[in-house]
């Protein structure tokens, strides 16, 4: 297994919505794993967004406003203190695994933003299970959701769309891809950081392109990685 996978940062969040400009982040979850797959610290944030969370939202996460508000931390410091543990791993050169890396960070940049808190300075190396395993097995069928890539790499999910769960099975899977494709993974953190800016850009015009040959508009995803 590739020396970038022995110890691993996940990182996962559960949101208000979609829209990277108007979304905030109701709970967070970042833990150490390694190279086991085994949690060696761990860190949660239950977070008050300030705003409504919208029904459909809930209906995906489970936090109520009502939850929110009464049990929540206060949005600008949560955002500050979970930016202080990622920034620390990465200052150690630990790479943080987020499955669909580019929400989760462009959430965490406008989070930051918003509150007027500086954005993580140095976002990098991250690993990205869903960029890697498009490149290294692009022409399997079927959709390639995090519970989808948990089934076909034997990945316990228990707890689909809880921020904990969804971040360990993301850095398991990064663990599974390591192993099953460790000779086209077999680079440095930062070379497959790297690697994962050009395969996401590459995906994205693809994508676009098979869109437009259907008679479909294409989605609106330039392919930038890992903060839009």
């Not at 919505?17 to 086991?36: F, N, P, Q």
């Not at 987020?98 to 462009?106: E, G, H, I, V």
């Amino acid at each position: 297994m590739p020396g970038w996978a022995q110890t691993l940062a996940v990182f996962d969040t559960e949101t208000t919505g979609i829209a990277a400009e108007t979304t905030r982040i109701v709970s967070a979850h970042v833990s150490l794993l390694d190279e086991d797959g085994k949690v060696s610290e761990a860190h949660e944030w239950l977070i008050n967004p300030g705003i409504e969370i919208p029904v459909v939202a809930t209906s995906v996460h489970g936090i109520t406003t009502e939850f929110a508000v009464a049990n929540g931390q206060d949005a600008a410091t949560a955002i500050a203190e979970i930016m202080a543990v990622l920034e620390a791993h990465f200052d150690s050169g630990i790479p943080v695994v987020a499955y669909n890396a580019s929400y989760d960070f462009t959430i965490l940049d406008r989070e930051a933003k918003r509150y007027g808190l500086s954005p993580l300075a140095h976002v990098r190396p991250i690993i990205d299970p869903l960029v890697i395993d498009k490149q290294v097995d692009r022409y399997r069928k079927g959709k390639r959701r995090l519970e989808d890539a948990a089934m076909h790499y034997g990945i316990t999910l228990d707890n689909a769309h809880e921020a904990s769960s969804d971040a360990i099975a993301a850095g398991r899977i990064a663990q599974a891809l390591a192993r099953v494709h460790g000779d086209k993974l077999d680079m440095s953190a930062l070379a497959l950081h790297d690697a994962q800016v050009s395969w996401a850009a590459e995906q994205a015009a693809s994508f676009a392109q098979y869109l437009k040959s259907q008679g479909k508009t294409p989605y609106r995803d330039d392919g930038v990685w890992p903060v839009r």
